[in-house]
């Protein structure tokens, strides 16, 4: 008899990943990769030990109630937690874990590239190509706004935002930011640290942010803090919609208020307000910060330590709940 825990993984995770699940495991895989219903991943977990669970799944105190008794950990295949219910786990005494550390890199490229491509128009241009609607040049053709020497404000200074900033140290840029808590000068690396993100805001030609998606952070970046950006600033978030009032940031797109925005996290994926898609001024993605394949096999193996110790009766690395 195989007496291999089972493990319901939500979502198809990279080969590598299933193969380590397939050998440790008696895994419930998801071959078709779409999005469980709640009573599916409830159905699915009887008498499992464990979820290997990602952003996608909504493990609300509804469905974490419903859970079997033998769902010890929800192993998270991402950094973000805003989809899981910590109160709700702690109660039943389900550990839940995410994974940090691994994801800085690659989302801190997405991050230059969402600023570069609000910044340089690249969605506008991409478009005009591919209509087959360029037809001319002149010097007053697709101006954009130049980095190079800007100030960058990022709110949170996490492993994300230390990434982002020394990459956009490459293009002379000042570094501003807003934390809950001051790095150490080591970590700082001349940057200037503002108590508030209304300090920080008037300080940002370009706002990025790195923050986590929790009740404090929720809408963020209102109508009233907008305000405070420089006009003609520009927005990138690659951390979660909810950071972001939309209507807000939308009315100053259109306003002109914000020359740009950068975006690869929105409110409701993959549902989003059709209006992002309607401006030109908006560069999109869809919520890829983390999608290299060094990453994800990286976040998958991060889930499985933690999987395993949880199941093996140890501390695991990075619990949440
Ligand atoms: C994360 O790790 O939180 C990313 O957004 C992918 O889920």
Known sequence: MNSKAIVVVSRKLPQAVEGRLRHDYNPRFNDEDRLYTKDELIELASGAAGIVACHTDRLSADVIARLPDTIRVIA??????????????????IAVTNTPGVLADATAEVTILL???????????????????????????????????????????????????RRARG???????????????DLEA???????????LPHCDVLALHCPAIPETQRLLN????????????VVNTARGSIVDEAAL???LRSGKLAAAGLDVFDNEPNI?????????????????????????????????NL????AGREPRDRVA
Do not use: C
């Open 273 to 305: 307000d059709p209006a992002f898609a309607q401006l030109s001024n908006t560069f999109l993605l869809p919520h890829i910060g983390s999608a290299t394949r060094e990453t994800r096999d990286a976040m998958g193996f991060r889930a499985l330590d």
């Open 223 to 234: 109508a009233e803090r907008i305000a405070l950006l420089p006009d003609g600033a520009i």
């Open 171 to 185: 293009f002379d840029m000042t570094i501003h930011y807003h934390n809950r808590r001051r790095l150490p000068p």
């Open 308 to 311: 395993d110790a949880v199941l």
């Open 76 to 93: 998270n295949v991402s950094v973000g937690v805003d989809h899981v219910d910590l109160h709700a786990a702690r109660e039943r005494g």
């Open 250 to 252: 939308i009315a100053a």
């Open 115 to 165: 600023l570069l491509g609000a910044a340089r128009r690249a969605s506008e241009g991409e478009r005009l190509i591919r209509a087959g609607e360029w037809n001319s040049w002149s010097p007053s053709f697709m101006v954009g706004t130049q980095l190079t020497g800007k100030r960058l404000g990022i709110i949170g200074m996490g492993q994300v935002g230390q990434v982002t900033a």
């Open 190 to 200: 001349g940057a200037t640290y503002h108590e508030t993100p209304e300090a920080l």
